[in-house]
């Protein structure tokens, strides 16, 4: 009897055991397998990132401008890591063990499962050697992404602007999570006003491997990889001749250069110098090009063709011009006395000449000062600023590379909020009358202006970008742009294209740079500049019947913008319109007829 | 004739021990598959199998007589391999468990779980000794006769089996006759020892269980509260032992009860199998589809991790066909210990029984994250031709109760 009981004892005791088993069997594999379902995938499927080819960039002609090239890049992933090879990692990649400590650390998340780049574009001898060690070297890799060539001596560099690798404040800042660490950004120009064109999408291919890391195949025949996709070229409206001549004209000065199509806001050429080599930045940016690039005095960074802020002296002249008409202080005829200097209480403003009773366009021509003091004074600073806002102060023109400042359009409010309302005179409006003071515009502001000064009216928003091209199918999208008429009658700006034109072709401030076979329009302006010399401006389009192409030229310390400034822009004109160099070559060829 | 062979042969306990063995074999091609290195572990289990089964059949048919008389000589040649082994054996990972025959590794301690249950049945149920488990002397020769075996295999060090043999001792005893309070005696100083080493609480609540049953069963006063103060002692100097430990030492018993705690050392088997377990779900990946299992995330998987196999490619039906296939397998055991007359053969069978449930219990749970991890092997299906040889011993021993059931000796 005793017996029987203990049997039963012995019973309920292993069918406690088998039932605790199989209990946890349940547990295990039926109420939540997915979580190791998850792990077990995490443990044995490596996920490779494939980077795709950034989209490439063309000019208008369809010549090749910045192209891709493999570059080698050691990853680590820090899960299959062991911090013991740090030593070797370092010395291989001849990096301080801790700037790699760094890097580890910053790896975090979900990344600690995938490979992340620790160093770019190292040489083939690194991979090697991590091909022949990687039992030591577990978790370390490398991957193959495309870093940015610049295949022929076309510099552009700043519209084209370089990629970078993110920084810890863009990653944390990204909407989504796209970006990885280590992941190149466009950080400037073209580069980065497109980046989600020219990146593309990355790949994913999951690889199985075994306990040691090693590759034993791809997961499900390669059918759940997901191929990566290039990103969009660029087909550019810069002509890359142009552009090119142009940085030669502007070589060993400080400046800038912009020149439009008129009929649709294409940007020819888009020039800022001092630049630099692009090539710094494809591949692994050294830290010490980095800081001094950043502590030139000459700022190389800084695009001068949209990021200044001058004063654009006597070309700003026709703001003032149509203001008055538009607002019908001035009639198409009306004359206004110029003396020759100019009294304003007791402050005397001076002129380069007397003209006596003169119209707008021959105020144009002698870019008289005399007149615009009075004018601005007519017309007043309120309907000043409102036009100056009109023909595109004061405001981005919307080119379409992320670095440009809007500018300073000084208004009533702004002089209100500056010096308070009664800390400031009318006298300070006189010298924003032929285009000083506080008055603060970029060369693609210029740019801009002279296009609809040129074209009777019509904005175009200002862009370098003419199509994306499709790298699947070829096709090419084209890109929308703003476009907007002005608020001005198109005869008024008839009497500023005569203006402009007398600039050139009559007696005017830029009659040198007069071509014979190409009708330039334009206008010189000085900036005066109280930290040394004038800066020179010039802008101008041509032919001026049939207006091709509207340019902007500013340079830096060059004095009179008919001296410096006008003979860039017009051998710029010459070399977009005819192909030619200067006016000699053009008498040359066309002399000969 | 067809009356007489079931009547004589036990097919319940011969198809699941041989189902499970299948399980095995299939588990062990899979684990190895493709792995240069142990591609020979299948084909030397099969061998082991198929010569295995002559030896079951071949003790099946031993006189009771003889295998009870061969006891003591058994166990006897193997405390001398015990000895041996510690002076010419293979030092593998530290353990110095095996000695190297033709090519086969022998490992006398898994010999030694039978020889033990053996000489333990026979000493208890020598007629002429009239061996009395409540006297001390019987009580301490019994003991005498487990700890022997466990000097020795503490000297390998091998602490897995070492625990085998002392968790076999008392339900062999509890069989032979043991009193329920003795029992508990003895059980009373590892629960407070277990309890004080969860913590205090649990200490103070197993102190006081262990009054609570002193004053149930109403034995002797003294006696009584020595128990309860050898208790407290065992309970108090678990922790002072501890305590005095390396570091190092105190880290990897940590990483026996919780071994997420060091998931890159011994935790890192148990984390790796339970995840191929959960991941098989409740059909499995499908043989050799595994991604844990063929890519080898768990090392040697084919000894003490074998389940994870089973568990990743056939899922939780396989799971439970095998956990089914160990429960009908114990409880025919214990049935046959319960209706065989033959004493020696039925404390055999519990021993048996034991052996199997508390290996179960260890490795399964251990590889579902459940247990300490101890490494002791999966009976009938971990590869090892000692294991498997000394599994069907005691099948065939099994098998030899049931077809003596009737017999008295």
């Known amino acids: 009897m005793d017996l029987t009981k203990r049997k039963n004892f012995y019973y309920v005791f292993s069918f406690i055991i088998c039932f605790v088993i199989g209990g946890r069997l349940v547990q295990l594999q039926v109420i939540n397998p997915e979580k190791f379902d998850k792990d077990a995938e995490r443990n044995s499927v490596k996920t490779i990132i494939t980077t795709p080819a950034r989209g490439l960039i063309f000019d208008r002609n369809g010549r090749l401008l910045v192209d891709n090239k493999p570059s080698y890049s050691v990853t680590i992933t820090k899960k299959e890591f062991d911090t013991n090879a740090i030593g070797i990692v370092c010395s291989l990649i001849n990096v301080e063990p801790a700037f790699l400590k760094e890097e580890l650390k910053k790896i975090e998340g979900t990344n600690r499962f995938i490979p992340t780049r620790i160093m770019r574009d190292v040489d083939f001898r690194v991979i090697s050697f991590i091909e022949e060690n990687r039992e030591i070297l577990k978790g370390v890799d490398y991957s193959i992404d495309p870093i940015r060539l610049y295949p022929t001596d076309f510099r552009g560099t700043h519209l084209i602007g370089y990629t970078k690798e993110i920084s810890q404040n863009m990653l944390n800042k990204q909407q989504g999570d796209y970006y990885k660490q280590g992941d190149l950004i466009g950080t400037t120009g073209l580069e980065a006003g497109y980046e989600n064109y020219l990146r593309g999408e990355k790949g994913y291919e999951f690889i199985l491997q075994d306990s040691k890391g090693k590759e034993v195949g791809p997961l499900n025949d390669g059918k759940n990889d997901v191929k990566s996709i290039s990103g969009y070229d660029l087909i550019l409206s810069v002509d ?102 100019f009294r304003f209480g007791d402050k005397v403003f001076g002129d380069h000449g007397a003209y006596g009773s003169i119209t707008i366009p021959t105020s144009i021509e002698h870019s008289s000062n005399v007149f615009y003091y009075k004018l601005v004074l007519r017309i007043g600073l309120d309907n000043w ?12 023109t919307g080119i379409d590379i992320p670095e440009e400042t809007k500018g300073l359009l000084p208004s009533t409010e702004y002089y209100n909020k500056r010096y308070g309302p009664k800390g400031w005179t009318e006298g300070y409006v006189v010298s924003l009358g032929i285009g000083q003071g506080e008055l603060g515009v970029s060369p693609v502001q210029m740019a801009n202006y002279t296009a609809m000064l040129s074209n009777s009216g019509t904005y175009y928003q200002p862009h370098l970008v003419k199509f994306l091209k499709n790298p699947q199918t070829g096709e090419l999208v084209p890109v929308t742009y703003k476009k907007r008429e002005l608020p001005i009658k198109k005869e008024y700006f008839k009497i500023i294209q005569k203006g402009m034109y007398l600039v050139v072709n009559g007696n005017g401030t830029g009659r040198s740079i007069r071509s014979s076979e190409v009708q330039i329009a334009g206008k010189t302006g000085t900036a005066q500049n109280p930290h040394g010399q004038d800066h020179s401006w010039f802008i101008a389009y041509a032919p001026a019947d049939d207006p091709k192409i509207a340019i902007c030229v500013m340079v830096e310390n060059a004095g009179f913008g008919a001296t410096v400034a006008a003979p860039i822009a017009q051998r710029i004109i010459l070399k977009y319109l005819l192909g030619l160099t200067d006016e000699s070559e053009v008498k040359e060829t066309f002399g000969a007829n | ?319 439970i066909a095998v956990v089914l296939l160990f429960l009908i397998l114990i409880w025919q055991t214990i049935h046959i210990a319960y209706i065989c007359k033959n004493q020696f053969l039925s404390i055999c069978c519990i021993g048996f029984a034991t052996i199997f449930s508390f290996h179960i219990l260890i490795n399964l749970g251990m590889i579902m994250g459940i247990m300490p991890v101890i490494g002791i092997p999966l009976p009938f299906m971990s590869y090892g031709v000692s294991f498997l040889l000394s599994n069907l011993i005691m099948l065939g021993i099994i098998l030899n109760a049931y077809r003596n059931r009737k017999d008295y000796v």
Request: glycine share 8%.
């Open chain 1, 240 to 341: 890359a001749d142009v552009q090119k001549y142009a940085e030669t004209l502007l070589e060993g000065r400080t400046g800038g250069i912009v020149a439009l199509d008129p009929n649709n806001g294409e940007v020819i050429c888009l020039v800022s110098k001092p630049d630099y080599d692009l090539n710094y930045f494809s591949g692994k940016l050294s830290p010490q090009v980095w800081t001094a690039l950043n502590t030139d005095p000459n700022k190389p960074l800084f695009n001068r063709a949209t990021q200044t802020r001058y004063p654009p002296g006597s070309t700003y002249k026709m703001v003032s011009a149509l203001a008055s008409l538009e607002e019908g202080i001035m009639k198409p005829n009306s004359t206004i006395p110029c003396e020759g200097s």
């Open chain 1, 385 to 396: 600023s409102k036009y100056g806002r009109i023909l595109g102060f004061g405001d981005k």
């Open chain 2, 1 to 319: 004739m067809q009356t007489k062979l079931f009547e004589r042969f036990n097919f319940v306990v011969f198809i699941s021990a041989f189902a499970l063995i299948t399980f095995g074999l299939l588990a062990i091609y899979s684990a190895t598959y493709g792995n240069e290195l142990v591609s020979g572990n299948f084909t030397k289990q099969l061998i082991s199998a198929c010569i295995g089964i002559l030896i079951v059949l071949a003790i099946m048919y031993t006189p009771p007589k003889y295998l009870s008389m061969s006891s003591y000589l058994f166990y006897g040649l193997v405390i001398l391999l015990l000895i041996a082994v510690l002076f010419l054996g293979k030092k593998i990972k530290g353990q110095t468990s095996w000695f190297s025959i033709a090519g086969f590794g022998i490992q006398p301690s898994e010999f030694a779980k039978v020889a033990t249950v053996m000489a333990l049945a026979f000493f208890l149920s020598n007629k002429h000794q009239d061996a009395d488990v409540t006297k001390p002397r019987d009580f301490f020769f019994a003991v005498g006769i487990c700890i022997i075996p466990v000097v020795l295999i503490m000297l390998q060090p091998d602490m897995g089996t070492t625990l085998v043999f002392l968790f076999l001792l008392l339900p062999v005893l509890y069989w032979a006759g043991m009193p329920n309070y003795i029992m508990f005696f003895i059980i009373a100083p590892a629960i407070t020892a277990v309890c004080a080493f969860l913590g205090t609480w649990y200490f103070v609540a197993a102190v006081l269980f262990i009054i609570a049953m002193m004053l149930l069963f109403k034995r002797n006063i003294l006696i009584s509260v020595v128990i309860v103060c050898i208790s407290i002692a065992s309970g108090l100097s678990v922790n002072m032992v501890y305590s005095k430990l390396q570091p190092y030492q105190q880290k990897r018993i940590m990483s026996m009860f919780n071994p997420e705690s060091d998931p890159l050392g011994a935790g890192y088997n148990v984390i790796q199998s339970k995840i191929a377990i959960g991941s098989g779900g409740l059909t499995g990946k499908g043989f050799l589809q595994g991604t844990q299992t063929q890519l080898k995330y768990i090392p040697e998987q084919w000894t003490d991790f074998i389940f994870c196999m089973v568990g990743e490619e056939f899922g939780f039906i396989g799971s």
